[in-house]
């Protein structure tokens, strides 16, 4: 195997950046339910997620997550309904799709601010963004009993009838606690560049709007957040930030010891300086070992493209950052995962024809590379890549105009 350091050219240029966001973007419109949702754990079908062609505008985001039996669960969307489903057999066959949302609603859906999921033991997490009242609230619904009933959906934000929010996304710790995040509007003054991140905490499943906090202030408002948990069971978040100046640059959040505060750092010093939003969210794993990968990408003055570091003292110094990827192919959105000594970095590149999504390996702990490998090609436009694990391998969980694919790789 030959391993490298570097893979390819490092510049985007910015208007081709734009591009590729505004034709990576969509929406889809789907639906509320006040009813818990009965699961027919039997029923399996293949090729569940619609396909579609190359001239259609949209392919819908797919989430997915493993249980700790290695169950794959998946939420996806299709036309005005929000799904949850199944699969023992890592995605050959699924359980019959559960509807969360059956009486209709517009539903906020895109590669960027997607549905997400998270599992841990018999709870199962839900999140996706929806029109309210006004535009833009996240919704969850939950399972407490390993996916048979799920609850009705319920607001997360305490201000949903008058502030937007969207980006969210669910974690669940070691002790079973649900955290959600997301971006909120609440307190736009319209001076200040960038926007606010919230967090609000549930330890005991309930259909009830959580108690919301405000963790960061200054947060690049369109770019998704990545999340993890330390080997602790700690919460640990990677996003881009806005600094002074408007430099769109990346740092990490770490949850304090008594559960109450954050505590925040600068970790890029790209110097992207933009009074937009790139809508270009990183990526975040702490493997086994302790050790933090992170991925980004960036325009900045410092370096521009797709870059990968790790750090062994919880995210204070890290590597070297190593790029990768072709950025004359417009690569983007990147994906990483640990298992310790075993990682994998996964991304998207678009020739203007053709998405492919490409990947490299790691054997010790992101030291050295293999050469970037070819994982999946769609004709026109997909679903961003991303990286599941189950404990003993990694897998490549992507949505194409082809239909949703679970690809092993390591």
Known sequence: MTFVGKCGPRFLAMPLLILLAVFFSGCETLGLDTEKVQVSPSAVHRAPVKKSSAKDEKVTPVSAAFDPSGRLWRVTIDDSRVYVDSSADRGV??????????????????????????????????????????????????????????????QVSDQAATSRNYLGMPLLDAKGVAHFFWHDERDKNGKENGGSLFHAAQEQPEPVTPEAHRIMRATCECCRIAAALDRD??????????????????????????????????????????????????????????????????????????????????????????????????????????????????????????????????????????????????????????????????????????????????
């Open 93 to 154: 066959t699924f359980t019959e799709r559960v509807v969360l949302n059956p009486t209709g609603q517009k539903v906020r859906a895109n590669s960027e601010d997607r549905p997400g999921i998270a599992v841990s033991g018999e709870k199962i997490y839900v999140t996706w963004a929806a029109d309210a009242s006004q535009p833009w609230t996240v919704y969850f619904a939950y399972s407490a009993d390993g996916g048979l009933t799920f609850s009705p959906p319920t």
């Open 233 to 410: 069971g700690t919460p640990v978040l990677f996003t881009r930030f806005v600094y002074p100046i408007a430099e769109r640059d990346h740092g990490l959040m770490r949850m304090t010891s008594d559960g109450k505060g954050w505590s925040s750092w600068r970790v890029t010093d790209d110097n992207w300086e933009l009074k937009a939003c790139p809508e270009h969210g990183p990526a975040l794993s702490i493997g086994p070992d302790g050790r933090y990968h992170v991925a980004w990408f960036t325009q900045g003055k410092t370096r521009q493209g797709l870059f990968y570091a790790w750090s062994d003292d919880a995210g204070k110094r890290f590597s070297r950052f190593m790029p990768f990827g072709n950025a004359k192919a417009l690569a983007g959105h990147p994906a990483v995962l640990s298992l310790g000594s075993r990682v994998a970095l996964a991304w998207q590149e678009f020739d203007g024809k053709k998405t492919r999504v490409r990947v490299m390996h790691s054997y010790d702990g992101g030291e050295r590379w293999s050469a970037p490998m070819l994982a999946g090609e769609a004709n026109g436009k997909a679903d961003y890549p991303f990286l599941l694990g189950d404990g003993q391998h990694i897998y490549l969980s992507w949505n194409s105009p082809a239909g949703y694919s679970l690809t092993v790789l390591n």
